[in-house]
């Protein structure tokens, strides 16, 4: 008997057939979920077996997928499979039963970039708990049954494949037999074969992996013509603040009931309450703002490919500072001065916390900019309101809202504690902002300062079941996609572009997007480019005739 197994043990097969179950049970709980809840389901021994059609679907796509693996893993090696698929399984199973979270390419770029940070804040004892019940046990009982060898390759190979063949001929006869309801069911509620486990884990491996193996090391250049269109008394100082997970529906400039928003209110700038955005995942949605393609255009490949609009506004000759409070740029600032404060000691914004409050980014801004003559433009990308430990990202004295949830454990908060944690982070991040214009207002006798205020996604507070962010763009709602967009422009700028608030305030009645970004900071700017797309720019129509040009090289096309 080969690896010294006893006779009363399981074969590969049986192996994987098991593991294939558990796998349809209790991972995939979700995906059963959107089935049971479907109304194609019906009522009685009808939802019984539609139901029951929905679990052979996923038990299928895991024992193929298994089976796919399988092909790397003999011997005791497939044992070692079944057991990592059993633990991998148990992390996914926790944040899809409790979140609501679904596991596709966007959600594993996520984990990849995330910062140890974010991960602590994630563990907590529910989830270490589930894990050991739900994965570590299984694993346990997996491991010690005896695997038995199988006679012959041919024997350890068709037997499955039958079984396989056996499976998809059930599965089909049964979701053929209601193939309408299956068919709505699928579309309404987007079940696709990258929505079950691990075939969601292996194909967002697989993407991502193309996608790294296909990017060029050196990116298309963009904008080889951009150069500054015409001159003003004073250069342009432009903050770009990029900020995180802020969802629309919680700014009191937005309609909130609570005023979330004081300091932009009192700034009279200019709100744009129906905002989308690229993405729901900062790894996604960042790259997409600086691309210059629009989110029906963009792909991470294609985003990775080309240089971004750091790359066209320090070819227009202007300075770029990046200062970073939260993940890093996401590839997208190669040529700008970048500043990481994640990894503080200042004992005013980062005392007695693993991270460090926005306000860091301001601490030292106004002599970083103070002696500079160029333009310049500014990126401070914040913490935000990233959770889900959003009790962390803002000081004492902005607890306004109370009482708060001060653990990481979301679905185990009080609903209103949960609301009233989540409305301080934006009232903190709106203190940043009304920060970041005093210090716009102290430069202004050496500067035209502007102000420019985004968030890269929102985020899910429990409606309807889910939590955090990061869902497929198809099937994410609108507390993931709906997101703030605030202006600022000082007299002084007001004054020398020979703008109309009026004007400006009437292009806020539009919907606008991520899309329009990249094109408004080449407006504020003042960048002339094959790049800059007028249509795009918030602020294009409220532009009048410029002054005569600066004089410049007749503009060459920049490849994409």
């Given at each position: 008997?080969?690896?010294?197994?006893r006779?009363?043990?399981?074969?590969?097969?049986?192996f994987?057939?098991?593991?294939?179950?558990?796998i349809?049970?209790?991972?995939?709980?979700?995906?059963?979920?959107?089935?049971?809840?479907?109304?194609?389901?019906?009522?009685?021994?009808?939802?019984?077996?539609?139901?029951?059609?929905?679990?052979?679907?996923?038990?299928t796509?895991?024992?193929?997928?298994?089976?796919?693996?399988?092909?790397?893993?003999?011997?005791?090696?497939?044992?070692?499979?079944?057991?990592g698929?059993?633990?991998?399984?148990a992390?996914?199973?926790?944040?899809?039963?409790?979140?609501?979270?679904?596991?596709?390419?966007?959600?594993?770029l996520n984990?990849?970039?995330?910062?140890?940070?974010?991960?602590?804040d994630?563990l907590?004892?529910?989830?270490?708990?589930?894990?050991?019940?739900?994965?570590?046990?299984?694993?346990?009982?997996l491991?010690?049954i005896?695997?038995?060898?199988?006679?012959?390759?041919f024997?350890?190979?068709?037997?499955?494949?039958?079984?396989?063949?056996?499976f998809?001929?059930s599965?089909s006869?049964?979701v053929?037999?209601?193939?309408?309801?299956?068919?709505?069911?699928?579309r309404?509620?987007?079940?696709t074969?990258?929505?079950?486990?691990?075939?969601?884990?292996v194909?967002?491996?697989?993407?991502?992996?193309?996608?790294e193996?296909?990017?060029?090391?050196t990116?298309?250049?963009?904008?080889?013509?951009?150069?500054?269109?015409?001159?003003?008394?004073?250069?342009?100082l432009?903050?770009l603040?990029?900020?995180?997970?802020?969802?629309?529906?919680?700014?009191?400039l937005?309609?909130?009931?609570?005023?979330?928003?004081?300091?932009?209110r009192?700034?009279?700038?200019?709100y744009?309450?129906?905002?989308e955005?690229?993405?729901t995942?900062?790894?996604i949605?960042v790259?997409?703002?600086?691309?210059g393609?629009?989110?029906?255009e963009?792909?991470?490949?294609?985003?990775?490919?080309?240089?971004?609009l750091i790359d066209?506004?320090?070819?227009?000759?202007?300075?770029?500072?990046?200062?970073?409070?939260?993940?890093?740029?996401?590839?997208?600032?190669?040529?700008?001065?970048f500043?990481?404060?994640?990894?503080s000691?200042?004992?005013?914004?980062?005392?007695?916390?693993?991270?460090c409050?926005d306000?860091?980014?301001?601490?030292g801004?106004?002599?970083?900019?103070?002696?500079?003559t160029?333009d310049?433009?500014v990126v401070?990308h914040?913490k935000?309101?990233?959770?889900?430990?959003?009790?962390?990202?803002?000081?004492?004295?902005?607890?306004k809202f109370?009482?708060v949830?001060?653990?990481?454990?979301?679905?185990?908060?009080?609903?209103?504690?949960?609301?009233?944690?989540?409305?301080?982070?934006?009232l903190?991040?709106?203190?940043?902002?009304?920060?970041t214009?005093?210090v716009?207002?102290?430069?202004?006798?050496?500067?035209?300062?502007?102000?420019?205020?985004?968030?890269?996604?929102?985020?899910?507070?429990?409606?309807s079941?889910?939590?955090l962010h990061?869902?497929?763009?198809?099937?994410?709602?609108?507390?993931?996609?709906?997101?703030?967009?605030?202006?600022?422009?000082s007299?002084?700028?007001?004054?020398?572009?020979?703008w109309?608030?009026?004007?400006?305030e009437?292009?806020?009645?539009?919907?606008?997007?991520?899309?329009?970004?990249?094109?408004?900071?080449?407006?504020?700017m003042?960048?002339?480019?094959?790049?800059?797309?007028?249509?795009?720019?918030?602020?294009?129509p409220?532009d009048?005739?410029?002054?005569?040009?600066?004089?410049?090289?007749?503009?060459?096309?920049?490849?994409?």
């Amino acid at each position: 008997m080969r690896f010294g197994q006893r006779p009363g043990g399981l074969t590969r097969t049986q192996f994987f057939l098991v593991t294939a179950a558990w796998i349809a049970t209790v991972p995939n709980a979700h995906v059963a979920k959107l089935f049971f809840d479907s109304p194609s389901a019906g009522e009685g021994l009808g939802a019984l077996a539609f139901t029951l059609g929905g679990w052979m679907f996923v038990f299928t796509t895991a024992f193929f997928m298994l089976l796919a693996l399988g092909l790397l893993f003999w011997g005791r090696s497939a044992k070692a499979l079944c057991v990592g698929v059993v633990l991998a399984g148990a992390i996914l199973s926790y944040f899809s039963v409790f979140l609501g979270t679904r596991f596709d390419k966007t959600m594993l770029l996520n984990i990849l970039q995330t910062d140890l940070a974010e991960t602590i804040d994630l563990l907590h004892w529910r989830m270490l708990a589930w894990f050991l019940v739900i994965g570590v046990l299984p694993a346990v009982v997996l491991a010690r049954i005896p695997l038995r060898a199988t006679a012959g390759w041919f024997r350890a190979t068709a037997r499955p494949v039958l079984l396989l063949s056996l499976f998809i001929v059930s599965t089909s006869l049964l979701v053929y037999a209601q193939y309408s309801r299956y068919a709505a069911a699928t579309r309404n509620r987007h079940v696709t074969f990258d929505s079950v486990a691990p075939a969601n884990v292996v194909a967002a491996a697989i993407t991502l992996g193309v996608s790294e193996l296909a990017t060029n090391t050196t990116r298309a250049p963009r904008g080889t013509d951009a150069h500054q269109a015409y001159a003003i008394q004073k250069p342009r100082l432009l903050v770009l603040v990029l900020g995180e997970t802020a969802r629309a529906q919680n700014h009191g400039l937005n309609g909130y009931l609570r005023e979330t928003t004081p300091r932009m209110r009192a700034a009279k700038g200019f709100y744009f309450p129906d905002t989308e955005s690229c993405g729901t995942a900062t790894a996604i949605s960042v790259p997409c703002i600086f691309s210059g393609f629009t989110r029906h255009e963009f792909s991470l490949l294609r985003g990775r490919q080309n240089e971004t609009l750091i790359d066209v506004v320090v070819r227009a000759k202007a300075r770029v500072l990046w200062l970073d409070n939260d993940s890093g740029c996401k590839g997208v600032c190669d040529k700008a001065d970048f500043q990481d404060f994640t990894g503080s000691n200042n004992p005013r914004w980062c005392e007695e916390r693993a991270e460090c409050l926005d306000e860091i980014l301001l601490d030292g801004l106004e002599s970083k900019i103070r002696h500079e003559t160029r333009d310049t433009l500014v990126v401070l990308h914040l913490k935000g309101s990233h959770g889900p430990a959003y009790y962390k990202r803002y000081p004492p004295a902005f607890e306004k809202f109370t009482p708060v949830c001060k653990t990481s454990d979301l679905s185990s908060c009080d609903v209103a504690a949960l609301r009233n944690t989540y409305d301080n982070t934006i009232l903190y991040t709106d203190h940043v902002i009304g920060e970041t214009i005093k210090v716009l207002q102290k430069v202004a006798n050496q500067y035209a300062t502007s102000l420019l205020y985004v968030s890269d996604h929102g985020e899910s507070l429990g409606e309807s079941g889910l939590f955090l962010h990061g869902m497929p763009y198809a099937v994410a709602p609108k507390e993931q996609t709906h997101v703030p967009m605030f202006a600022w422009v000082s007299p002084e700028f007001l004054k020398l572009e020979r703008w109309d608030r009026g004007c400006m305030e009437k292009q806020t009645k539009v919907p606008r997007s991520h899309d329009n970004v990249y094109a408004t900071v080449l407006g504020f700017m003042e960048i002339e480019s094959v790049e800059y797309k007028p249509a795009l720019d918030l602020f294009d129509p409220c532009d009048p005739a410029p002054p005569t040009p600066m004089p410049s090289a007749p503009p060459k096309a920049s490849p994409n």
